[in-house]
């Protein structure tokens, strides 16, 4: 069965097998800090229950 975003995944997929080459995935930087701060579950749920009650 195709639906909608199979189009799409096929884009993606043959853009990344075309350009993981380019981009050298293996040896690009690590992230900043900030990227890497765990979050609280129950402050995300919060948070989402805020934006749904507004």
């Known amino acids: 069965m ?3 975003w199979s189009g ?3 884009l993606l997929a043959n ?6 080459a380019v981009l050298d995935i293996e040896h690009l930087p690590e992230p900043p ?3 890497e701060e765990k979050f609280n ?3 995300l ?3 989402i229950e805020k ?3 507004d």
Do not use: M, V, W
């Open 2 to 4: 195709t639906d909608n």
């Open 8 to 10: 799409f995944a096929d």
């Open 15 to 20: 853009l990344i097998e075309k350009y993981a």
């Open 33 to 35: 800090d900030y990227l």
């Open 41 to 43: 579950s129950t402050d």
């Open 45 to 47: 749920i919060g948070t």
């Open 51 to 53: 934006t749904k009650n």
